[in-house]
């Protein structure tokens, strides 16, 4: 059971029973479920997303929401305009249809980098850098998929398909579909300053017996998703083990992790190794690998492939989404986590954990105070990035 109250003001939406929650790992398995979900819609197709690029995995997308919209499916899709950049003129054409509507998250006045680049730190107009980060796909008021993926081909390459981004979906049914809905409209109606006028269906029928609750990260409210991992962290007896693919937290979950290790609590991370997408990333978070295991904290960097999943368990306490926990994602970026509070639940979660703590590297606090001048040299450099982007973060 929760330590947090049901009805608490300070999360907008309460601890649902009756759902059942399936645990879909790595795109060779989600990216059929979801297309699946899409071919068997009858009335509407929700899907929020933030990274989404010409390719293999697009096209399988733009052509079932096709069919879907041809049999009178209404498929409404919220992108983030950044994270879009990728999507070619000749996709954006082919979603073209009377029965889809495409709206662009904060759209930029141009997809320059150089020019945004110019407003945010020039002009300062850090309002380019507000982004939706969350990964929805929502049919039928009765079916969900959220986790961390994007319509990419980095998560099911067509030529390469051992090197796909490791990541972790969540497929939902019951009660809280109807959160995760209401979450969707929201979002489009500040979007669009227009409601969506979807199908009268009876949501959140009992798919199970499994707990669970929606967790947000909102620009006009304080993170429910820091607050609620943080306090997690705190209740936590047996395990705390946190897997995210950038590792830059606030000081306020560093002491809570260190905390919990000194107490004897099982404090694991799991952090992407040499294979990532933002090297940068990975040496600003490694100048903080010696004070965590110094008190205890264990750090194992994944090998084979680039870990992009983003998942927490704590106890029986289990949390799966959008959020890094980082703090440019708390900061910035609209992010969602499905949370889930159940035995059987977590004892999955686990055994996951656990393969990908078998495909890693631990370090050891002797090795790594072993490490050179030069390592120290980039850890230098990087943390003096790291603090100008917070001084950014103030304005």
């Not at 796909?164 to 500040?190: C, H, N, Y």
């Not at 002797?366 to 103030?394: A, D, P």
């Amino acid at each position: 059971m929760s330590g947090l109250s049901n009805t608490s003001p300070r999360f907008k939406f309460a601890w649902r029973d009756s759902n059942r929650f399936d645990i879909l790992v790595d795109g060779s398995n989600f990216l059929p479920a979801m297309l699946a979900a899409i071919n068997s819609a009858q009335h509407y197709i929700l899907l929020e997303m933030y990274l989404v690029e010409s390719g293999s995995v697009i096209e399988r997308f733009i052509d079932a929401l096709r069919d879907a919209a041809e049999r009178g499916v209404q498929a409404c899709l919220l992108l983030d305009d950044f994270g879009a950049i990728g999507l070619k003129h000749r996709d954006r054409e082919r979603l073209g249809h009377r029965n889809i509507r495409v709206v662009y998250y904060n759209k930029l006045r141009s997809h320059s980098i150089v020019y945004n680049l110019y407003r945010i730190f020039l002009l300062h107009k850090e309002h380019s850098l507000y982004r939706d980060h969350r990964k929805l796909l929502l049919v039928d008021g009765d079916t969900a998929f959220v986790g961390g993926t994007g319509l990419v081909d980095e998560f099911d390459p067509p030529d390469d398909p051992d090197m796909s981004w490791r990541e972790t979906m969540v497929r939902i049914q019951g009660p809280v579909v109807a959160d995760w809905q209401q979450l969707f409209t929201g979002s489009w109606k500040r979007s669009t300053v227009q409601a969506l006028n979807l199908p009268d269906l009876k949501t959140g029928d009992t798919a199970g017996n499994q707990r669970g609750r929606v967790t947000v990260n909102e620009i006009e409210r304080d993170s429910e998703v820091l607050l609620s991992l943080t306090n997690h962290i705190y209740r936590a007896r047996q395990r705390v083990w946190l897997g995210t693919a950038y590792f830059i937290p606030r000081w306020r979950i560093r002491r809570r992790l260190k905390r919990a290790a000194r107490a004897g609590v099982d404090v694991r991370l799991l952090l992407p190794g040499p294979v990532t997408d933002h090297p940068a990333v990975r040496y600003i978070s490694h100048r903080l690998y010696g004070r965590l295991m110094e008190n205890g904290v264990r750090i194992f960097e994944y090998q084979p492939r680039f870990y992009h999943a983003k998942t927490v368990l704590c106890d029986d306490w289990v949390a799966i989404g959008s959020s890094n926990f980082d703090r440019w994602n708390l900061r910035w970026n609209l992010e969602a986590n499905q949370e889930v509070e159940d035995a059987a639940f977590a004892q999955q979660v686990k055994e996951m954990f656990e393969q990908d703590f078998s495909n890693s590297v631990e370090y050891s606090i002797e090795k790594w105070e072993q490490h050179g001048w030069y390592r120290r040299l980039r850890q230098w450099f990087w943390k003096r990035v790291e603090v100008f982007s917070q001084k950014i973060g103030k304005r």
